[in-house]
C-alpha cells in the first residue's frame, strides 16, 4: 500500500523567509509518481509540479524548488523568499505505474506574515 | 476557458436528507473522481469513474453514491447513510491510461449538515 506523509501540519514564517516542505512516500512499485499541489483559502487544489521515480534532478521553479532523494523516499519543497500570497494548505500525493488513484498527504498549512 | 465546476460553492442541509453535488468538465477527460476533505486531513477518495455508465468505489464510498451518465457529468449524492457529511468536497478529473494521473481539481463544494 502507498502512503504519503507529511509531518509537518503548520508553518508559521515571516515574508522573505525561506520554509521548507517535508514529504516521505512509502511505495513497493518502482516505477511512481509525486506531486504537489497547493490549495489557497479559495479550495481549489494547484498542481505545482509532477516527478517521476526515475528522474531525481532537483527542481526550480521561481521561487519554488524541489528535491527528490529516492534513498530517503522524500520529496520535498522549498519556497525561497516566501511571500503573503503563498500563504495555502500544501499537499505531496504520490500515484503507482498505470493507478487511478492519487494518495494524499495530509498537508501542511503555511502562513506567511507580512 | 476549460476546466471543472462544482456546484453550489456552499450547501447547507439538513439531517437525514439526500443532497447531490455537481461536477462538470469539458476538458474531455474520461476519468472523474470525487474527494472529501476534512480539516486536518489529507484528500480521501469516494468514488471515481474511468468510462462512461462505469465506476467504481474509492476508500470511503459508504453513505454516498455516483452516476457516469455522461463523459462531462460526475455527480455524488451524499446520502442520510453517511453519518458525518459536514466537509469540503473536490472534484477532479484525469486523462486514464497516461502513466502518471495527472488530476485537475475543481473549486470544491462545502456541506454543512444542520
Known amino acids: 500500500a502507498q502512503k504519503v506523509t507529511q509531518a509537518q501540519t503548520e508553518i508559521s514564517v515571516v515574508e522573505k523567509e525561506d520554509v521548507t516542505l517535508d514529504c516521505v512516500y512509502e511505495?513497493?512499485?518502482?516505477?511512481?509518481?509525486l506531486f504537489w499541489y497547493k490549495q489557497p483559502p479559495s479550495g481549489e487544489l494547484v498542481f505545482l509540479i509532477r516527478r517521476n521515480s526515475f528522474d531525481e534532478q532537483n527542481e526550480i521553479s521561481g521561487r519554488y524548488s524541489w528535491n527528490f532523494q529516492k534513498s530517503t523516499s522524500s520529496f520535498n519543497f522549498t519556497i525561497t523568499a516566501s511571500q503573503v500570497v503563498d500563504s495555502a494548505v500544501y499537499f505531496c500525493?504520490?500515484?503507482?505505474?498505470?493507478?487511478?488513484?492519487?494518495?494524499f498527504g495530509a498537508g501542511t498549512t503555511v502562513t506567511v506574515r507580512a | 476557458d476549460g476546466g471543472i465546476t462544482q456546484s453550489p460553492k456552499y450547501l447547507f442541509r439538513k439531517e437525514g436528507q439526500n443532497v447531490t453535488l455537481s461536477c462538470e468538465q469539458n476538458l474531455n477527460h474520461d476519468a472523474m473522481y470525487w474527494y472529501r476533505q476534512d480539516p486536518g486531513q489529507g484528500l480521501r477518495l469516494i468514488y471515481y469513474s474511468q468510462i462512461v455508465n462505469d465506476f467504481q468505489k474509492g476508500d470511503i464510498a459508504e453513505g454516498y453514491s455516483v452516476s457516469r451518465e455522461k463523459k462531462e457529468s460526475f455527480p455524488l449524492t451524499v446520502t442520510s447513510a453517511q453519518k458525518n457529511p459536514t466537509a469540503f468536497y473536490l472534484c477532479?478529473?484525469?486523462?486514464?491510461?497516461?502513466?502518471?494521473?495527472?488530476?485537475?481539481f475543481g473549486p470544491g463544494t462545502r456541506l454543512t449538515v444542520l
Open positions: 500525493a504520490l500515484s503507482e505505474f498505470n493507478d487511478y488513484k492519487l494518495s
Open positions: 477532479a478529473s484525469s486523462i486514464p491510461g497516461t502513466e502518471y494521473n495527472e488530476q485537475f
Open positions: 511505495t513497493r512499485d518502482t516505477t511512481y509518481y
